[in-house]
């Protein structure tokens, strides 16, 4: 078959106010027209989500959040729900990220409620896997990446993976400069989709499969060649108006 249409999916973390965000979008906005054979997405931080929504209204880039509480509404002080992002007008939201795992002590299992939770809502959750270096050197980068994935099956079921998008994001690649080898990242993809192949072809198939880590424009291109990268879950270079489009175009 033929490869899944890439995805380059920004997520800005906590940075930005509505001056640059504002001038960030709009610069998008304008180049997305010369980036052919990539979707596009940005998470900004809850508070400009509206801002984004608003400007990128009736336009093909699509808007994102960073997280969201597993409840619909209630006495959850300072959360955010899946119905709040979709009324704000998001498509996706990241779950799951290797921050909120390691800062905010989000096991597997608020992952996967928090994936359900997306659905629920009629987001469509970008899954975040990935080990940390010990875990890599100690050779259980599979053992964790098959953790992370299981506990989301188990909740939710191999069908869910069907309206759902996975990023793998080796925690030691994230922020540090370091990105892995397209041979180490498609390793890693491959076992992700054989593992999936075996629950149910079909959806394996066409789920989107993202790498996130110091991705950038000048390694995009060989990352994005690999067989079983389907895009890119971008941090730092998602903030700069071309190198982010660059990695759209790189697909
Ligand atoms: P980075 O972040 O591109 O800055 O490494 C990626 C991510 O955390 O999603």
């Known amino acids: 078959m033929s490869k899944r249409r890439t995805l380059v999916a920004g997520n800005w973390k906590m940075n930005g106010n509505r001056a640059d965000s504002t001038a960030l979008v709009n610069g998008l ?6 980036v052919n054979n990539a979707d596009l997405a940005v998470c900004p931080p809850f508070i400009l989500i509206p801002l984004a929504a608003e400007l990128l209204k009736g336009s093909a880039i699509a808007v994102g959040g960073q997280n969201l509480n597993v409840n619909k509404s209630g006495a959850f002080t300072g959360e955010i729900s899946g119905p709040m992002l979709k009324d704000a007008g998001c498509r996706y939201v990241i779950v799951g990220h290797s921050e909120r795992r390691a800062l905010y002590g989000e096991s597997d299992d608020v992952v996967a409620q928090k994936f359900k939770a ?7 959750p970008i899954l975040c896997v990935g080990e940390l270096l010990e875990e890599r ?3 259980k980068t599979e053992a964790v990446v098959a953790r992370q994935l299981d506990a989301v099956l188990k909740l939710a079921g ?6 759902a998008v996975i990023a793998y994001e080796p925690v030691w690649a994230i922020g540090t400069g370091k990105t892995a080898t397209p041979e180490q990242a498609q390793a890693v993809h491959k076992f992700i989709r054989e593992k999936l192949v075996k629950a149910d ?3 394996a198939e066409g789920v989107r499969i993202l790498y996130g880590g110091s991705m950038k424009a000048s390694n995009a291109k060989e990352l994005l060649a690999q067989p079983d990268i389907d895009g890119g879950l971008i941090g730092g270079a998602s903030l700069q108006v071309e190198e982010f489009l660059n990695i759209g175009r790189a697909a």
């Open 158 to 163: 191999i069908g869910a993976l069907a309206n």
């Open 137 to 139: 050197e100690a050779n």
């Open 201 to 203: 072809k079909a959806v």
């Open 29 to 34: 906005k304008q180049g997305i027209a010369s």
């Open 118 to 124: 997306a659905q629920d809502a009629g987001l469509i």
